[in-house]
């Protein structure tokens, strides 16, 4: 297969991009492997040899999807003058992210609510990617100034905003959470 500019794709990378779309918009449960290789367009024996299991392969595309989310936060913190605006950066990301037509949630989220009881390793991978966001937003909470718990207050907003936003289908909820996290940051700046 080739991309819009005739190189090669690769065909791991085929097999992991038609298995996000597929299970972003369908559900890792209800994807087989033989959908994905339909949409991928490559040999369930050589998808096999890519990734030994299904298992594999959602933790490759969780992977991708870490990448994605901390590149679009990146980017969306990329004009901002200091901690404050990196920090409300994360919620203009989310407002743009929440109005894209792909947009069915938190990848993490839904990964956990349909597996996480059964499959320690995907349960490790999210654990691990709110983690490290977690981080991230701890980091300039520090830069800020902020007391830590101000931290986990503002990563529980953009977390509970991706879950509304799911449900809801609208933008809305990263308006709200950027509004709130505005208020949590000036109260803890001004304590």
């Known amino acids: 297969m080739a991309s819009a500019n005739g190189t090669a ?15 972003n918009a369908h559900g ?12 991928a367009g490559v040999s369930l024996k050589k998808i096999y040899s890519l990734f030994p299991s299904k298992e594999a392969l959602i933790l490759a595309v969780l992977e991708g999807r870490s990448r994605q989310w901390n590149d679009g936060i990146a980017a969306a913190a990329e004009g901002a003058t200091g ?17 894209t037509d792909e947009y069915r949630g938190c990848a993490f989220i839904n990964a956990y609510g349909e597996l996480g009881a059964e499959s320690p390793a995907v349960a490790e991978a999210v654990r ?10 701890a980091g300039l909470v520090a830069e800020l100034g902020g007391p830590r718990h101000l931290a986990a207050q503002l990563a529980i907003l953009a977390e509970g905003a991706q879950t509304t936003a799911a449900i809801s289908g609208g933008v809305q909820a990263a308006v709200d959470a950027r509004s709130a996290a505005e208020i949590l940051i000036d109260h803890a700046l001004a304590s």
């Open 83 to 99: 901690p404050r605006d990196k920090l409300l950066a994360i919620f203009d990301f989310l407002l743009h992210w929440f109005g």
């Open 9 to 23: 794709i690769d065909p791991r990378e085929q097999v992991i991009r038609a298995a996000d779309e597929l299970f």
């Open 128 to 137: 691990r990617q709110k983690a490290d966001f977690q981080e991230y937003v």
């Open 28 to 39: 890792v449960r209800a994807v087989g492997m033989d959908r994905v290789r339909d949409a």
